[in-house]
T-cell receptor, first 112, second 110 residues
């Protein structure tokens, strides 16, 4: 099992550009989560999906952020337009219930 | 809104000593998770505690859960340098959303 896969691992972009982060959950896991980690705010849940359906997006900071899960093996988090305050590490996680949550390696985003 | 507080936030301890990290949360829950994060790395699952009184141990780490007190502890026995990392607790209040604590940055000094 390759674990949760995220791409890219690092992204440097300029303010105003569109950024797309990608995630492949562990096969068989029916829930997928996007988290953001910063020094100031710690780990924040942005959105989560269950069986490919968005369940709670209350953590999405604003309309510039959007997420999709077109099938059980792929999800994207898009920021358009990006701003310097979006700089953070974005983690994708998947779970199959209560027993285990697995986190991906993260995407380190820097918006200049 | 669920609040999860950890203390201490920073902890320096000598090798061979024992210490405990505390995780308090503000709502009823019997689902608590401990994670470890090394600098620049992802979160590694350590323990899953799913009932009142649950106790799990792995090597020099032991975690427990008291749902009545809304408290979990992570106990470190005879610390070694390899345990230096940031430790997070996270609580699921029943809606499959994990709310994380602030983290405890642990440094083991030789």
């Amino acid at each position: 099992d390759a674990g949760v896969i995220q791409s890219p691992r690092h992204e440097v972009t300029e303010m105003g550009q569109e950024v797309t982060l990608r995630c492949k959950p562990i096969s068989g896991h029916n829930s997928l989560f996007w988290y953001r980690q910063t020094m100031m705010r710690g780990l924040e849940l942005l959105i989560y999906f269950n069986n490919n359906v968005p369940i709670d997006d209350s953590g999405m900071p604003e309309d510039r952020f959007s997420a999709k899960m077109p099938n059980a093996s792929f999800s994207t988090l898009k920021i358009q337009p990006s701003e310097p305050r979006d700089s953070a590490v974005y983690f994708c996680a998947s779970s199959e219930g209560l027993s285990r949550w697995d986190f991906g390696p993260g995407t380190r985003l820097l918006v200049l | 809104e669920l609040k999860v507080e950890q203390n201490p936030l920073f902890l320096s301890m000598q090798e061979g000593k024992n210490y405990t990290i505390y995780c308090n949360y503000s709502t009823t829950s019997d689902r608590l998770y401990w994670y470890r994060q090394d600098p620049g790395k992802s979160l590694e699952s350590l323990f899953v505690l799913l009932s009142n009184g649950a106790v799990k141990q792995e090597g020099r780490l032991m975690a427990s859960l008291d749902t009545k007190a809304r408290l979990s502890t992570l106990h470190i026995t005879a610390a070694v340098h390899d345990l230096s990392a940031t430790y997070f607790c996270a609580v699921d209040e029943g809606n499959e959303k994990l709310t994380f604590g602030t983290g405890t940055r642990l440094t083991i000094i030789p």
